[in-house]
């Protein structure tokens, strides 16, 4: 009996660990795939870099952005462009299609982006927010039309957001969202073959590639176990890396593993209406006694880049070379600060969310300031952390005004121009933007995320981008 237990548990121990009873590897175009469970494979609600993987395969977006030059490139789209930034013209490639066979044309656009923004996703964020479209038509199947209620640059920008990608007719339809989550239909290089379970799913190429992969089974699991997996030949790339596996990285794939920027941001606040908090002297001497470094190896678990400029690697158009002064950190000349401004020693209240670094962060400025913080509601600084639906910069501004009520005078003319000025060029009134932000300091930046991804021998040609995560699409296996 003891015998007849064992073939069966063994055999099924063989298939979770993606081989076959005799050890033989995978085809050769076929790739395995581990990373954590998605919130959501429904493009217009991804929050997470798991569904920005798995969307990214499944859907083309209109264009691809460049943080580094600020320019968009076409993918699904043949051109953006527009004479007065008032009105854009979008041109789509023809023969563009669905999974499910039904073409992809302008009016698939529209309709999705008319559903979306009225479900309040993260398109709605785009369109309604940002954007503020007056009109959005398809005058052919090709063609999509945008006028604005004010002159942009940034759409081209914008349009590359992963959650504008179209919807087929019959999911807009019939609104049925789970059903849409659990088997996806996009216009990408990849289609579900069957349902999106909790375990994961499979990924059938839709065109073949030489020397890429035909098939990707994309296994759900925890990060550390899917590390050593990949080291034991078990899977050929895991999209996550635990902070306790970040110094191990470097020794176990010298050559292979690749960090990327993630859309997100945290900056601590100021209240600057309250009392104290309204003087520009408090809230740098508050900036300069944070380690931020001390963090990111702590509480952050080694997932986080500490900030160098008001704009996170995501969004920042232009290469930044150098440090801010208010994203350093020099306990000494914080507490110089907070000593001319004659800053009261009684306890700040810290905080108006609850965030796992608040606590730690509050600790660490107490002792390295010398004020005492309560990591608890009040009047005080607090934790704003964001997770972008789109590649501008306008977003993050736009978020850093709401949550603080900052003016000045000439900022929003200066916000302004750079809204206007055509996205690869846009860099240098950013850098104006985020200088005068910098000297007024509504918040201090504080640092971004980033992802990790490692692999076997048998894969190459791994990259990544902030938007997709890694790009499945491009990966060679032998």
């Not at 940034?154 to 990608?165: D, F, G, T, Y």
Request: hydrophobic share 40%; glycine share 8%; aromatic share 6%.
């Amino acid at each position: 009996m003891r015998l007849r237990l064992l073939v069966p548990l063994l055999a099924a121990a063989l298939i979770a660990a993606g081989c076959t009873e005799s050890g033989e590897p995978p085809a050769p175009d076929v790739l395995r795939v581990g990373l954590s469970a998605p919130v959501s494979t429904n493009p217009a609600d991804v929050r997470d870099q798991a569904g920005r993987l798995v969307t990214s395969a499944l859907w083309t977006p209109l264009a691809d952005y460049d943080p580094a030059t600020g320019k968009a490139t076409p993918r699904a789209a043949e051109s953006i462009v527009s004479t007065d930034r008032i009105t854009w013209t979008a041109k789509l490639k023809d023969g563009g299609k669905f999974h499910d066979g039904t073409p992809v044309t302008a009016q698939s656009y529209v309709d999705t982006w008319k559903v979306v923004a009225r479900e309040s996703w993260a398109a709605s964020r785009v369109l309604k927010d940002l954007v503020r479209a007056k009109e959005i038509t398809a005058p052919d199947p090709l063609t999509i039309r945008l006028v604005l209620d004010r002159p942009s640059g940034q759409i081209p920008a914008l349009l590359s957001s992963p959650a504008l990608v179209p919807l087929p007719a019959s999911v807009l339809a019939s609104r049925d969202w789970a059903g849409f989550a659990r088997r996806p239909i996009g216009n990408g290089p990849f289609r579900l073959d069957g349902d999106w379970l909790p375990s994961g799913g499979k990924l059938v190429r839709v065109a073949d590639a030489a020397g890429k992969a035909r098939v990707i089974e994309l296994k759900t699991g925890d990060a550390a176990a899917q590390y050593d997996e990949v080291k034991a030949g078990k899977l050929d790339l895991s999209t996550a890396v635990p902070g306790d596996r970040h110094e191990a990285m470097h020794t176990d794939f010298a050559q292979r593993h690749v960090m990327w920027a993630l859309p997100n941001v945290s900056y601590l606040g100021f209240p600057l209406t309250a009392p104290h908090f309204s003087d520009a002297t408090v809230r740098h001497g508050f900036a300069l006694g944070i380690d931020r470094a001390a963090l990111e190896a702590g509480v952050l678990g080694k997932q986080a880049d500490p900030a160098k400029s008001l704009l996170p690697p995501a969004v920042a158009p232009g290469e930044r070379s150098s440090t801010c002064r208010p994203c350093t950190f020099d306990a000494e000349a914080g507490k110089s600060l907070l000593s001319q401004a004659e800053f009261p020693t009684t306890p700040v209240h810290f905080g108006q969310s609850q965030t796992r670094w608040q606590g730690p962060l509050a600790e660490q400025v107490t002792k390295a300031a010398g004020v005492p913080l309560s990591p608890e509601p009040g009047e005080g600084p607090f934790a704003i952390d964001v997770d972008l639906a789109t590649p501008s910069p306008q977003e993050v501004l736009a978020k850093i005004v709401e949550f603080t009520g900052y003016s000045s005078d000439g900022f929003a003319d200066l916000l302004k121009s750079a809204e206007e000025t055509e996205a690869a060029d846009s860099g240098e009134v950013y850098r104006l933007v985020e200088n005068q932000l910098l000297r007024d300091l509504p918040v201090a930046p504080l640092w971004s995320g980033h992802g990790h991804a490692v692999w076997a021998d048998r894969v190459g040609d791994v990259k990544a981008t902030s938007f997709g995560s890694v790009d499945l699409s491009a990966v060679s296996v032998r």
